[in-house]
């Protein structure tokens, strides 16, 4: 919960990013539910005796105090919220993964209360080993849907007609699904597996499959093409 008390601000939050700054300090992305993703200076945060040195990790949930009101504010309190299990594994480079989506998509100072819900719950799933294919899915339509950009895929983009199970279409990221032709050279999907995907069902294996390839058309897009740093690391490992 946020409040607000002699000049200060105080929130609950994740840590996205940090950046080494002059000879002791740190730049720290963090996201928070009322406030969204902000700048923070943490004057001193390396020095071996700072109260925030072990505290500022990533996927832990974090009470955090800040003040200022420039883009960049102070860091001026860090400690741990509820604990949750750590990441490891193939669950790590997924988080890894959440995390530059957040900050290449998400921009700064524009709360989001339910993509910082979404983000705390897929933190918690990766966890728990629920499988991460459909975990990162459902992370990326989330995200997608929060920032302005949410898919429809149960009707065809041009008309509104509904998307057909038998029917075999291709994506177009502006303006959504249509029927393909038989000469394009565009990227397949069923109609069966989009239906699937709007619906959350993930019960059959080519829904995951068609799902990851969609997402990374999608994303593509809106990240104009860049590469994320994280998607070398999943080829090399073989991720999700």
């Known amino acids: 919960m946020s409040s607000e008390r002699q000049g200060k601000l105080s929130a609950s939050g994740y840590v996205l990013h940090t950046l080494p700054w002059r000879e002791t300090s740190l730049l720290v992305e963090v996201l928070t539910r009322e406030h969204g993703r902000i700048a923070l200076m943490a004057r001193g945060a390396r020095r071996p005796r700072s109260t925030v040195r072990g505290v500022l990790r990533a996927f832990q949930p974090l009470d955090l105090e800040w003040f200022g009101k420039n883009e960049l504010r102070t860091l001026s309190h860090a400690d741990w919220g ?13 988080g ?3 995390n ?8 700064r100072d524009d709360p989001h209360p339910t993509l910082f819900d979404a983000y705390a719950m897929t933190l918690n799933d990766l966890s728990r080993g629920v499988l991460e294919e459909i975990v990162l899915r459902r992370f990326e339509l989330a995200l997608l ?9 149960d ?3 041009l008309d509104g007609s509904p998307v057909q199970k038998d029917l075999i279409y291709v994506f177009d ?5 249509r029927v393909a032709d038989r000469r394009t050279n565009a990227v397949q999907f069923s109609g069966s597996a989009l239906l699937a995907i709007a619906a959350d069902d993930w019960s059959e294996p080519s829904t995951s499959a068609q799902a990851k390839i969609l997402m990374r058309q999608v994303l593509a897009f809106h990240l104009g093409n860049q590469d ?5 690391l ?6 999700p």
């Open 100 to 107: 530059e989506l957040m900050m290449r998509l998400v921009a």
């Open 155 to 157: 009707a065809v983009g």
């Open 234 to 239: 999943f080829k090399e490992i073989s991720l």
């Open 173 to 177: 990221p502006q303006q959504g699904p």
């Open 228 to 232: 994320l740093n994280t998607r070398a």
């Open 82 to 94: 509820e604990w949750q299990p750590l990441l490891n594994g193939q669950a790590l480079y997924c």
């Open 96 to 98: 890894l993964y959440l």
């Open 145 to 153: 849907r929060e920032i302005g950009y949410g898919l429809r895929l």
